[in-house]
């Protein structure tokens, strides 16, 4: 008998970092998982990581008529949902001074509206005494360079926590948010040229007071707590990080 036998869990931005983390935690607890993501490859790469309790659609965050369509292939797929990690989401490091319309309105639109409605157009499928999980930031408490308008997307999604908590009690639907600190997700390497990336992770480690990066699994058994387990817990958010937004 696996913890999550008998499950149902939807988790979006599911194809790499703290998604396909968390799905690859519940799937091994013997919950089906839908994964979503915007890149078929990727998508296709973490299907078969996963395994035939997993399934993979491919879904832009930003999309109202991708996310309407999700909501009827997770009713096809799963009927019911137990758990929501609404956890899709981008970065990009560009100083206040540089900032551009372009790149603040895709910040918002993948980062707050999608969650936003997807959490809406879900809800209906969610059964009472299921966990909603958002992801926000430690972004949102700190200031730190070059990711103010990232920042303000996360804070957004601290405010929809308590929001969308309050709002859905009524259906007996639990909402919380796990907030990450420096994860070693890949995502600085990605966005970086290597040197650079290199450098800023050795400076936020030395910043850290545990001295060191977090591992994706580490949030993602948070968020299954926060999911399943904080049963007397809602509006809440989790800071995963090290210490670094406490200390």
Do not use: C
């Amino acid at each position: 008998m696996g913890r999550y036998d008998g499950k149902n869990v939807v988790v979006t931005g599911g194809s790499s970092g703290l998604g396909l983390a968390t799905a690859a935690l519940l799937v091994e607890g013997g919950a089906r998982v839908l994964i979503t993501g915007r890149r078929q490859e990727a998508l296709d790469a973490a299907a078969e990581q996963l395994g035939k309790n997993a399934v993979a659609v491919r879904s832009d965050a930003s999309s109202l008529s991708d996310i309407d369509a999700l909501a009827g292939r997770v009713e096809s797929e799963l009927g019911s949902v137990d758990a929501l990690f609404a956890n899709a989401g981008i970065t990009d490091f560009v100083p206040f001074e540089a900032m551009s319309e372009k790149v603040y309105d895709e910040l918002f639109e993948v980062n707050a509206k999608g969650p936003y409605f997807t959490v809406q157009k879900l809800v209906p499928l969610l059964t009472s005494g299921s966990g909603v999980v958002l992801t926000t930031s430690v972004a949102n408490v700190l200031g730190i360079p070059a990711i103010s308008a990232y920042a303000a997307t996360k804070a957004a999604l601290r405010s929809m926590t308590r929001g969308l908590a309050r709002e859905l009690l009524p259906r007996g639907i639990r909402v919380n948010a796990v907030s990450p600190g420096p994860i070693d997700t890949g995502i600085l390497d990605r966005a970086m040229p290597q040197e650079a990336a290199d450098r800023t992770k050795a400076e936020m480690a030395a910043q850290n007071p545990m001295l060191r990066f977090g591992d994706p699994a580490e949030v993602a058994r948070a968020v299954a707590f926060l999911a399943f387990d904080a049963t007397f817990t809602t509006g809440a958010e989790l800071a995963v990080d090290g210490g670094g937004s406490q200390l």
